[in-house]
Nanobody, 124 residues
Framework: QVQLVESGGGLVQAGDSLRLSCAAS????????MGWFRQAPGKEREFVAD?????????YYAESVKGRFTISRDNAKNAVFLQMNSLKPEDTAVYYC????????????????WGQGTQVTVSS
């Protein structure tokens, strides 16, 4: 079956960096768009970034993370990454990766598979 397993979360201070990883199995990874989402306590899940499998893996970011976060993928390793720099307390959330064949850019539409999430906590 399809599995998405996130890792790399943790407790950091404002201004620090973290790199999240998502290992995928059970699917033809290179044929899926991948996205990162997050959910803070008491808030709805929100889009963070996505990367396509077409068009040389184009990327798309939420305005709140643009310029600070970078999404990338390694199709040979069936993995997607989220490099998070200049972290802010408002970035505190559980981060999820997701996979989909025909996704809507910038939201959760079209994602078929979701990971369990990894906690990121940014202290001020």
């Amino acid at each position: 079956q399809v599995q998405l397993v996130e890792s790399g979360g943790g407790l950091v201070q404002a201004g620090d960096s973290l790199r999240l990883s998502c290992a995928a199995s059970g699917l033809t990874f290179s044929s899926y768009a991948m996205g990162w989402f997050r959910q803070a306590p008491g808030k709805e899940r929100e889009f963070v970034a996505d990367i396509t499998w077409r068009f040389s893996s184009s990327t798309y970011y939420a305005e709140s993370v643009k310029g600070r976060f970078t999404i990338s993928r390694d199709n040979a390793k069936n993995a997607v990454f989220l490099q998070m720099n200049s972290l802010k307390p408002e970035d505190t959330a559980v981060y999820y990766c997701a996979a989909g064949r025909a996704v809507l850019r910038g939201n959760s539409g079209g994602y078929n598979y979701w990971g369990q999430g990894t906690q990121v906590t940014v202290s001020s």
